[in-house]
């Protein structure tokens, strides 16, 4: 079974930091780009982070840019969300998603998405 695992939400004040993993089983996403999305209560699904994994370009959303990072990691074949600075806006859950940049994997077109990990940011 082909899967994309978050892991590393919880609860984080406001200003400090949370990394949040995304790992795989099941298969070799090698081929595959990673992103981030973000689900808050009440609003749609919207883009963080994505990352190519064959030459580690990235991309942020305007929102979380400056403040967050999105790394890979292919020896465990794991890609990370770096929260710095979260503010109350940035609770919400978060997903890991894996397709291709160019197939419109920032636009919310992917093929693979995890469960899931809720992040809620305090004041």
């Known amino acids: 079974q082909v899967q994309l695992i978050e892991s590393g939400g919880g609860l984080v004040q406001a200003g400090g930091s949370l990394r949040l993993p995304c790992g795989t089983s099941?298969?070799?996403?090698?081929?595959?780009?990673r992103a981030w999305f973000r689900q808050a209560p009440g609003k749609e699904r919207e883009f963080v982070a994505a990352?190519?994994?064959?030459?580690?370009?990235?991309y942020y959303a305007r929102s979380i840019t400056g403040r967050f990072a999105i790394t890979r990691d292919a020896t465990e074949k794991t890609v990370y969300l770096q929260m710095n600075s979260p503010k109350a806006e940035d609770t919400a859950v978060y997903y890991c998603?894996?397709?291709?940049?160019?197939?419109?994997?920032?636009?919310?077109?992917?093929?693979?998405w995890g469960q899931g990990t809720q992040v809620t940011v305090s004041t």
């Open positions: 990352i190519s994994w064959s030459t580690s370009n990235t």
């Open positions: 998603a894996a397709d291709r940049i160019d197939l419109g994997l920032t636009k919310g077109n992917a093929r693979y």
């Open positions: 099941g298969r070799t996403f090698s081929r595959y780009d």
